[in-house]
């Protein structure tokens, strides 16, 4: 008999960590073979690192020289350097330019879709907002980019538009999701549950393509 296991995945969509995770667990959910006897289905969880920032936001460089790296030029081209390094072998142009920004609209729109829609338009919004802010320095959750994000998941402009542009809608049921994450003892991004029939396995933290693949493997076997 089939068994269904429900991935969670906890991110922030401005967490470069989160980006790549989603590139490499997607890698291996791929590589599973047709004949696969667990259906996986990931469900996104919001999760906010910087929840006092501003919707209007600021610079993301200086953001991030100035409050993760000491204000240290040299530092701050590491980290650049690094990152640049790593989203080169799952495909991803970071970029450090642009405005850094409250997350929480965007969080809004994915998780009101996500339970509209399905997870696989979900899937595509958070893409879209990834490839925006990390590759296009476009602000992370404008209404301008949080439309051209619906447009790209294939959501009508006429149902997505109204949505988009009332923050107010789906306001606490998204602060209230932010919340239940963070009561799950969940204090950094990206945090990975993946549902098993014998038990859960947790991967916290950026992994490699190989870990998530031993951790579905893990669950399939257990399934059985």
Not at 107 to 135: C, M, N
Not at 146 to 163: H, M, Q, V, Y
Request: glycine share 6%; proline share 4%; charged share 30%.
């Amino acid at each position: 008999m089939a068994y269904s296991s429900q991935i969670q995945f906890t991110l922030d969509t401005i967490c470069p960590w989160t980006y790549l995770a989603k590139r490499r667990l997607s890698r291996a959910l791929a590589a599973l073979p047709s004949d696969c006897p667990v259906t996986f289905t990931v469900e996104y969880k919001p999760y906010q690192l910087f929840p006092e920032a501003s919707q209007e936001g600021e610079g993301k460089y200086e953001w991030y020289k100035r409050s993760k790296y000491g204000d240290s030029e040299e530092k701050i081209k590491m980290y650049i350097a690094l990152m640049t390094a790593y989203g080169e072998t799952e495909g991803i142009r970071y970029k450090f330019g642009g405005t850094v920004a409250n997350t929480l609209q965007a969080h809004r729109v994915i998780q009101h879709f996500q339970e509209t829609k399905g997870p696989e338009v979900a899937d595509k919004l958070i893409d879209s907002l990834y490839r925006q802010y990390f590759e296009e320095e476009k602000h992370p959750s404008s209404a301008e980019t949080l439309l051209s994000a619906t447009s790209e998941a294939g959501i009508d402009e006429r149902e997505a538009k109204p949505f988009v542009e009332d923050p107010d809608d789906g306001l606490m049921d998204v602060k209230m999701a932010v919340r239940e994450q963070t009561g799950n003892a969940i204090d950094s991004v990206p945090h990975v549950v993946i549902e098993g029939k014998r038990r859960d396995i947790t991967l916290i933290g950026c992994k490699e393509v190989d870990e998530y693949q031993k951790a579905l493997e893990q669950i399939i076997k257990e399934s059985r």
